[in-house]
């Protein structure tokens, strides 16, 4: 099946993002500290690999018969930060990153990407693209939690748990409704 013009165009952009994505990730693991934090990034790098390769194929055939390889969702859930936040400060002259940096730039890139990827679904005719894609985001999701959570550990993503009074006061707001109609 071709290409529609709007779904290359996407896959396009799609594919500059990754090699943005791939060469920021080489220069982070030249530069990473943290153990654990490199153990993150050298783990992710292989599926970031696999998801330009796929694109390719896509912009090349009009089609893949390959299927990303869609990290498992994590079983912990965030509680919050857990030492203190950390403060920041961007540095204009900056010419290597910190383990900090390096985490912040990724994740902002993994939440980017992942609205592209969502986006770009609503855009594609072809149902395997849309479902590639979908799997896309999915792997950048899963990626971003690994990722945030590591920076929540390290007082660099400040979060904390909502106050129970505000999800009350949230909850009492919304009602269920009867399910007159069978979902599919």
């Not at 940096?101 to 990407?113: D, G, N, P, Q």
């Not at 986006?119 to 894609?133: D, I, K, M, V, Y």
């Not at 945030?148 to 999800?167: I, K, N």
Request: aromatic share 8%; charged share 15%; hydrophobic share 35%.
């Amino acid at each position: 099946m071709s290409l529609m013009t709007h779904e290359a165009v996407e896959l396009n952009e799609l594919l500059l993002s990754c090699t943005n994505t791939i060469n920021s990730m080489g220069v982070f693991l030249s530069q990473v500290k943290d153990p654990t934090l490199k153990s993150i990034l050298e783990k992710q790098i292989g599926a970031h690999v696999q998801d330009y390769n796929i694109k390719s194929e896509w912009i090349k055939n009009g089609s893949s018969n390959q299927k990303l390889a869609v990290p498992a969702a994590t079983s912990g859930t965030t509680t919050g930060t857990s030492p203190s936040p950390q403060a920041v400060t961007p540095n204009p002259g900056a010419t290597n990153f910190d383990d900090r940096a390096i985490a912040t730039s990724y994740l902002l890139t993994l939440k980017r990407a992942g609205r592209e990827y969502a986006w770009a679904t609503f855009e594609a005719a072809n149902p395997q693209l849309r479902s590639f894609l979908e799997d896309a985001f999915t792997m950048c999701s899963r990626h971003a939690v690994e990722v945030s959570q590591w920076m929540g550990r390290h007082g660099y993503y400040p979060s904390e748990t909502a106050p129970a009074s505000l999800v009350q006061k949230i909850g009492q707001t919304y009602e269920f409704v009867r399910e007159t109609v069978s979902v599919h």
